[in-house]
């Protein structure tokens, strides 16, 4: 892997595939009723040069926050991150900093809002001479990204093995729930090979963090998973949602779901098996948003055609609508989803236009009709451009990517919500 990154625009597949053209009036023909895409607007970015890796969160009083990885030198990197004051962002503070931040393009920190305050953060740290050996570390902060507290690591078995791709959730009180691929069944085998994972699984794990750094309902929710795609949470009406790639006998690594209500974990289900059999981590994971009993699922599937695909609920993620494609004929996946109220979902992705490389936006409406599709950014091609974010903050959505220019920086851009 490669350091490298973005906020709301890429993530290539690393599946070798040859692209099939779009079928003449694109693969998502929009209605003539339909009406035409709002214009995007800049917004300042808080980030500065050598910034890449964003993730946007929001929590439930309105309060809006960025993280952000930024290269300080060829071996040092801080995380950091900021707070959308109405039209403006915080001075950036400093959460950590050191050159064994594991940086990367695909498995980056995480972050989550509980409000204007209480905020809590994960990042990867390396535990080992491995190129793949590092440990997840969550800290929080009272007072707005002030200050931090120590960190906790949410995995006791002490492997300098991979553990990363981590998703937050909150939990009761002031707890949070992680949720991580790990590859501790790796310490018995000679070590982790993305290109060949040999007779070791990685598996997907969850813990709870309470408030003072207690563990608590450490357990195992998927036993064998694709090795390095990254995993979406939220939650709603119905309870937690955990989207991942899972990663059967057959090497088919279709998109998993897991359901926790207050009867506990379900079986994994599939919303939309795609077939998709690659012998390898194409390092391009789902996207997952909630909103009370709506919640919208985005995805990025490399067997021929390869697509961009979101499915809609309406019952907390218990039942989903059909699969509909959202891309332009020719995507590298990298997938965000935002809701509105109404079940509305807005899909971001990464497209191939020629030798350009551009940060997609379309929306779909609760009954699966896809709206006319629209540019946000223009990025490169790579690993470099990272992931896509999109994230609803009041009365628009605010997409962040990163440009991978001389010197990289993270761009922002907001999008009304009509």
Same mark, same amino acid.
């Given at each position: ?6 906020? !709301?625009? $890429? ?24 009406? &035409? ?31 952000? @990885? ?13 707070? @959308? ?7 950036p ?16 920190? !995480? ?18 001479a ?14 707005? =990204? ?16 991979e553990?990363?791709f ?70 709603? !009406? ?14 088919l690594?279709?998109?998993?779901l897991?359901?926790?209500?207050? &009867? ?7 919303p939309?098996?795609?077939?998709? &059999? ?27 055609p ?29 997938? =965000?989803? $935002? ?13 191939? !236009? ?33 992931v ?14 990163t ?7 993270? =761009? ?6 009509r």
């Amino acid at each position: 892997m490669f350091v490298a990154t973005t906020l !709301a625009l $890429a993530l290539a597949g690393l599946a070798c595939r040859e692209a099939e053209p779009p079928p003449a009036a694109g693969p998502m023909a929009t209605p003539a009723a339909t009406p &035409k895409p709002p214009a995007t607007a800049a917004v300042s970015s808080p980030a500065g040069a050598g910034s890449f890796a964003p993730r946007l969160a929001s929590a439930p009083d309105g309060a809006v926050f960025m993280s952000w @990885l930024e290269r300080r030198d060829s071996t040092r990197h801080a995380l950091r991150i900021a707070r @959308l004051e109405g039209s403006r962002w915080s001075a950036p503070r400093t959460i950590v900093e050191g050159d064994s931040i594991f940086a990367n393009w695909a498995d980056v920190p !995480a972050l989550l809002a509980l409000d204007r305050d209480r905020v809590v953060a994960a990042w990867m740290w390396k535990s080992g001479a491995g190129p793949y050996a590092y440990d997840v570390r969550i800290a929080r902060s009272t007072d707005g =990204g002030a200050t931090w507290s120590r960190p906790v690591i949410p995995h006791r078995d002490r492997t300098a093995t991979e553990h990363g791709f981590v998703s937050l959730l909150p939990a009761a009180g002031s707890a949070v729930r992680a949720v991580w691929l790990d590859g501790r069944n790796a310490a018995s085998a000679a070590g982790p090979d993305h290109g060949d994972q040999g007779p070791w699984d990685m598996t997907l794990r969850t813990a709870v963090i309470e408030a003072d750094g207690r563990l608590g309902d450490e357990r195992e929710i998927d036993a064998r998973v694709c090795e390095c795609c990254p995993t979406a949470a939220a939650s709603g !009406a119905a309870g937690d949602l955990v989207a991942y790639r899972d990663r059967d006998p057959a090497e088919l690594r279709d998109i998993g779901l897991l359901t926790r209500s207050s &009867k506990g974990w379900g079986a994994p289900a599939f919303p939309h098996r795609d077939g998709w &059999k690659i012998a390898g981590c194409p390092v391009n994971g789902p996207a997952l948003d909630a909103r009370g009993s709506r919640a919208a699922l985005a995805w990025f599937a490399g067997s021929e055609p390869a697509r961009v695909q979101v499915a809609l609920s309406s019952d907390g993620g218990r039942t989903w609508g059909k699969a509909v494609r959202v891309d332009d004929g020719d995507p590298e996946g990298r997938v =965000g989803v $935002a809701l509105l109220d109404d079940g509305t979902a807005i899909v971001t992705w990464l497209e191939r !236009a020629g030798e350009e490389v551009r940060v997609r936006a379309r929306r779909v409406s609760p009954a699966g009709v896809a709206g006319e599709a629209l540019t946000v950014a223009q990025t490169r091609g790579g690993r470099a451009s990272g992931v896509p974010r999109i994230l609803r903050a009041g009365d628009r959505f605010l997409v962040a990517w990163t440009d991978p220019g001389e010197p990289w920086r993270i =761009g922002v851009s907001s999008l009304p919500l009509r």
